[in-house]
């Protein structure tokens, strides 16, 4: 007697189809994780970027109007501004509301808040007298940045780019900021200096120097 045609499959062939059937739902499952995964990697990555040209933005705004104003200090002429790698300290005037026209003293001060974690306070105080620059006490900072990458300013002098501006009478001429991993902005500072001879800054009396 003639057996017929088999139209199951045996229990080998049932594994084999099982396990292979396994094999491709994983994979499956392991190709739509990982396109997840990039998907939020690459919103995330955008969010960083929109948020790094946002403070870059600010700084440079803030950057511009700095006021490279010269007092005497023991007979020598000083710049008013202070500067390293993780501090910079400026003279801007302001002269629209909301602010009370008048020079400030503002701070960015970079610090290290936890291990691998960032942040850039910006600070500022009115400059009623000018022989107060440096010396102000800082209140009520607003946070400029807050992430993983580090930050720093450098500056340019007669040899190149240093991380550090000693106090003296000339100004830096080009202002460098960076976050790590990030293009640096640079920005030209003015390249004449205004001299005021008196302390007060109600209506002081600039010359610019020639």
Request: hydrophobic content about 45%; proline content about 6%.
């Amino acid at each position: 007697m003639k057996l017929g045609s088999r139209s199951g499959l045996t229990l080998v062939e049932l594994l084999v189809a099982m396990t292979v059937s396994a094999l491709v739902l994983v994979l499956v499952s392991q190709g739509l994780n990982s396109i997840s995964n990039w998907s939020r990697g690459l919103a995330q990555s955008r969010v960083q970027a929109e948020k790094s040209a946002a403070l870059y933005r600010f700084i440079r705004e803030r950057l511009i109007r700095v006021e490279p104003i010269t007092i005497q200090i023991d007979d020598e002429e000083q710049v008013l501004f202070q500067a390293d790698k993780n501090s910079i300290r400026f003279v801007v005037a302001e002269n629209a509301y909301p602010a009370k026209p008048g020079l400030y003293e503002q701070s960015m001060q970079i610090f290290e808040d936890t291990p691998g974690h960032w942040q850039i306070l910006l600070s500022r105080l009115p400059l009623d007298r000018l022989d107060w620059f440096g010396t102000q006490q800082m209140q009520d900072p607003l946070v400029l940045y807050s992430g993983p990458w580090q930050p720093s300013f450098s500056f340019w002098g007669d040899d190149g780019w240093q991380d550090k501006w000693e106090p003296s009478a000339k100004m830096t001429a080009q202002i460098s900021f960076a976050l790590q991993g990030w293009p640096a902005l640079q920005i030209a500072m003015p390249a004449k200096l205004a001299s005021i001879t008196q302390t007060e800054t109600a209506l002081p009396e600039i010359a610019d120097e020639s």
